[in-house]
């Protein structure tokens, strides 16, 4: 409900696949080792299977197979984690902001989608899809109360819960510092239901982890808001459209696909890469008082 409106279609083209897997080449010939893919939603693209086996096929500048990984919604995902894991994909990210079914299905617009995600997750579990994380963005007063329910849900499935700070980059301009959740409220409020501790993540992971003090279930937590984690930032974003973005918060694009389509070789198509990430944003301005929003809502990103 935050992150769509609900009023608004699709605002920008896809390309061919082929046109993106001529994108990862280039990308991963100058080093990228793990590649996600978003959306909108992945699953509802088709030729994603052939792309996932495809994208496996790569190898890093190591010689070493992708990281390949996939963030969805999970309601296609019972249907489709056994293809996908035997195309090559390494792991997958279900997006769940409530483990109630009511408030699933008001937050989500569809009924009966709970059920739906859940089997999804149990088939990705069961297709050896590993880690399975569940993402989960907390609003003040929309579903913080499901902090522990969620804590209680990361041991009974084994999947890893990551709570993600809310971002100013929904479509309906809802965020305000007082609705965001934040890592130290969350660690206090998940020891009402069984304490957290902190255990060691490496640099460029975006979540801090946590286990149980008794050892079973993880947690993370994603704090771009009260502890943000810029400097140690090593993503770039595509968008469907084909345009480079340096920053979830980037108000200027760059139009990779255009220079794809003008006939630039690979070569040509690798410089202007580098250009790019050369000037990439130093960091976000979340809650500056000259903060710009981003020229494209989070749903438009993909995360
Ligand atoms: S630099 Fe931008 S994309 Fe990277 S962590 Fe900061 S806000 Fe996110």
Known sequence: MYCRSGNDGPQFPEMPIADY?????????????????????????????????????????????????????GHLLAGMARPLADAGLS????????????RFARITRVPNGYEQ??????????????????????????????ITAFGRFARDEG???????????????????????TLDEIVWRMAEFMPLQEVAHAHSE???????EDGIGEIGIIAPVSHPFCGHCSRVRVTSDGKIRTCLFSVREHDLAALMDSGAGD?????????VVDDKEARHHIGEPGFVPASRTMVHIGG
């Open 206 to 212: 975006t979540a801090r982890r946590y286990v149980f």
């Open 21 to 73: 897997l001529r994108m990862a080449r280039i990308f991963v010939g100058l080093g990228v080792t793990k590649i996600r893919l978003t959306g909108g939603e992945p699953l509802l693209r088709k030729g994603l299977v052939e792309m996932v086996r495809e994208l496996a096929l790569m190898r890093t500048v190591d010689g070493t197979p992708l990281d390949i990984a996939l963030t969805t919604n």
């Open 159 to 181: 999947v890893v819960v990551r709570f993600i700070e809310f971002m100013p980059l929904e479509e309906d301009r809802v965020w305000s510092p007082q609705i965001v959740v």
């Open 117 to 146: 995600v859940l089997a999804g997750v149990r088939t990705a579990q069961r297709t050896g899809l590993d880690p399975v994380k569940i993402n989960c963005v907390l609003l003040r007063g929309f579903n913080d109360d499901q």
């Open 267 to 275: 070569e040509e198509l690798a410089d202007f890469i580098r250009d």
């Open 91 to 102: 792991r997958v990210t279900v997006s769940m902001d409530a483990v109630d079914r009511e």
